[in-house]
DNA sequence: TCAATCCGTATC
DNA sequence: ATACGGATTGAC
């Protein structure tokens, strides 16, 4: 039932009238009264009888035949509910889009029209070769399409990923069984939809709007659809006969749910592939460290490049920001880029390809002016924009990485320097006089190119909006490295890493000429994985470090943000495992996309850590005490999160 | 002895 | 949440 309430969080039972009976079946949507409030929620199972004591009370309403709970989809809802501490009516309203009574008449009608629809057809025309360039993949493919569930972590190279995924779709297809594929945009939900062909998938966003959202839904759970492709609620889509479920680019944060309990699509993805006995199939140019832990374990298979095929389709790679990259060409000197970069870009334009340029964030980048005379700040070397990665850091060269310990105006002789935000747009100005004669186009923010033609330009994105180029870029350079890797994040690696890649697959092969410049220095951790195009490497080197400190995902851990009350309160209430260690009370961070950077008043945050053994009782324990909490009004709300995105 | 109030508990 | 019951307290 619709209760917000944790201590309210079990099914209740109602007695159903005759009318009632013939359309309630399990999975539909009634109205009860509950509390004398009227309340809405799912039948989840009929009995004849209760064992509850009291006397029942009637359903008020079926509010529709159809059942929009699938048995499994509830199943697994309670198990995601009790593995993040929350409940089952937050995790079903995620599972479930909102009712669209008109839409489900329009189905009605439709369906007494026409006979059902007919299930999909496999893939017009699958790709079947695209594993064969991994150890591992044929066999994968093999087993799909033999009707069992395989279950793998693969880094995927340079070109068609969506193809890739197409023919793990168009094998399970095959062997009579159904599709989950869940991406984390909008833009990716239409690259594989079009890689499947028209007509056998089903797309799923949340930007479709609620008819159509409800309508495609509906679709799904009639098993007029064998395969699904759509962003992180998706991987709810109650799809018949699961075969499969594909995740695409797992460490991207867009899979993380924003809304209570905030669960993650590939972990809601590995128990639902565990639940359904189904396979599973987390793909990427990167590896995540989560996926890492489950290869470790055994549970999913690595599936790499063999070393032919990385010969074959990667790009060369290579760092700049090393002191012997001093532009010693006067024209490098000039367009004030390192000179590797510039060298780079020049070649692949004069060979007629375009040159992908990636800088974070829009209004991310953080550049330095003299408090003085406000003019910009300039590295002493090579004349890039001077950048500070942190607060109170030594300001460092957006381009070449050097640290400007001992900045002096040249122009007033100030000392001092002042922040002022350039953005991709300013970055584009910069390079277009460094490259004059030459297009620039940029890609980011509420404009995002969906592709660029196979001629010289500068193509300006930032992470997550890089076109694709027909054919691929000539270069691409990977600006700012070191505001990416500054970034106080214990995912700032990793992080870096996957944005790297994601901007270098969509270069040509080193064989055509591809070639990458990350700018910054080569012998961090994961510009070398970058270089040497090994993401496992750095996953594993990752999760190594974070075993020996005892940080997720080596360990679980949860984190509670509220007053010092209410946080008091609950570690006082809360039965936890005896092996689990709180750590704080620090003061909270901003919740993000509050305007004020600093903490909330009185909000503090603790953490509570356990061996990932522990997970569960630490999960049940947090929401026993919530519960308690709840039903003693407790006012003083506190924030349960497990697996916390951010954790200090 | 009765009512006003507090607290804890159940809500099918 | 909200409603209810049983215990507690205070005043006649």
């Known amino acids: 039932m619709d209760l917000p309430l944790a201590h309210l969080d079990r099914p209740f039972d109602y007695l159903l009238t005759e009318e009632q009976a013939a359309l309630a079946s399990p999975g539909c949507r009634v109205r009860v009264r509950f509390s004398g409030q009227l309340v809405s929620g799912y039948v989840l199972a009929r009995a004849e009888a209760s064992e509850h004591g009291g006397r029942l009370a009637y359903v008020e309403r079926v509010v529709s035949a159809e059942p929009v709970l699938a048995p499994e989809i509830a199943t697994l809802a309670r198990a995601v509910a009790d593995r993040w501490a929350g409940t089952f009516a937050d995790v079903a309203r995620l599972a479930v889009p909102p009712r669209h009574g008109a839409a489900e008449a329009a189905m009605l009608r439709a369906a007494g029209a026409a006979e059902t629809p007919v299930p999909t057809a496999a893939p017009a025309t699958p790709d079947t070769g695209a594993f064969d360039d991994y150890d591992g993949g044929p066999g994968f493919i093999r087993a799909l399409a033999d009707g069992e569930s395989p279950r793998a972590a693969m880094t995927v190279l340079p070109g068609e990923w969506p193809a890739t995924i197409a023919a793990a779709a168009a094998a399970t297809v095959a062997s009579e069984r159904g599709v989950v594929v869940v991406v984390p945009d909008h833009r990716d939900v239409a690259r594989v939809e079009r890689a499947l062909g028209a007509g056998n998938a089903v797309a799923l ?33 109650p799809v018949a006969d699961l075969g499969l479920i594909v995740v695409w680019d797992d460490g991207d944060d867009l899979l993380a749910e924003p809304r209570a309990p905030y669960c993650h699509a590939r972990d809601v993805a590995v128990l639902r592939a565990h639940h359904a006995s189904a396979g599973l199939l987390l793909a990427g140019f990167g590896r995540s460290v989560e996926a890492t832990v489950l290869t470790d374990s055994g549970w999913l298979q690595s599936v790499e490049p063999t070393t032919a095929a990385r010969a074959r389709r990667l790009p060369a790679v290579r760092a700049s920001g090393d002191d012997d990259d001093l532009a010693r060409d006067p024209a490098a000197r000039a367009a004030r880029l390192p000179s590797l970069a510039w060298q780079t870009a020049r070649a692949a334009l004069a060979d007629g390809a375009p040159v992908l340029v990636q800088v974070p964030r829009r209004g991310y980048v953080v ?11 300039r590295c002493g070397r090579c004349a890039g924009p001077l950048t500070r990665p942190a607060a109170g850091a030594i300001p460092i060269c957006r381009w070449c990485g050097h640290p400007a310990a001992d900045w ?33 186009r940029t890609s980011g923010g509420d404009a995002v190119l969906a592709d660029v033609p196979q001629k010289p330009a500068l193509v300006v994105a930032t992470p997550g909006a890089e076109p694709v180029a027909a054919g691929g870029y000539g270069a691409a350079l990977l600006l700012d490295g070191w505001v990416l890797l500054a970034r106080p994040d214990l995912r700032a690696a990793e992080e870096a890493l996957r944005r790297w890649l994601a901007a270098a697959a969509l270069v040509r092969p080193a064989s055509d000429g591809g070639r990458v410049v990350v700018v910054a220095p080569g012998e961090l951790r994961a ?4 270089v040497r195009w090994r993401p496992e490497w750095l996953a594993a080197r990752e999760l190594e470090e974070r075993t020996a400190l005892r940080l997720p995902p080596a360990v679980r851990m949860a984190a509670l943000t509220g007053s010092p009350a209410g946080l008091a309160d609950l570690i006082a209430t809360a039965q936890l495992p005896d092996i689990a260690e709180t750590l704080g009370p620090v003061p909270a961070p901003a919740p993000p996309g509050s305007s004020s950077a600093g903490s909330s008043p009185d909000q503090e945050r603790m953490l509570v850590r356990v061996p990932r053994r522990d997970g569960a009782a630490l999960a049940a324990g947090l929401k026993a005490a919530l519960a308690v909490r709840s039903a003693r009004k407790a006012d003083e709300p506190v924030k349960v999160e497990l697996d916390p995105a951010v954790v200090l």
């Open 367 to 377: 550049s330095l002016s003299c408090a003085g005379c406000r003019a910009p700040a």
């Open 408 to 440: 002096i105006c040249p122009h007033c002789a100030a000392t001092a320097t002042r922040a002022t935000v350039v953005g991709a747009a300013r970055t584009a100005e910069e390079l277009g006089r460094a490259f004059p004669g030459v297009a620039v």
């Open 527 to 530: 510009v070398q994985a970058l």
């Open 205 to 237: 966003t949340a930007d479709l709007g609620p008819a159509e959202r409800y309508r495609r839904f509906l679709a799904i759970r009639r098993g007029a659809v064998r395969c699904v492709v759509g962003t992180r609620a998706a991987v709810w889509a």
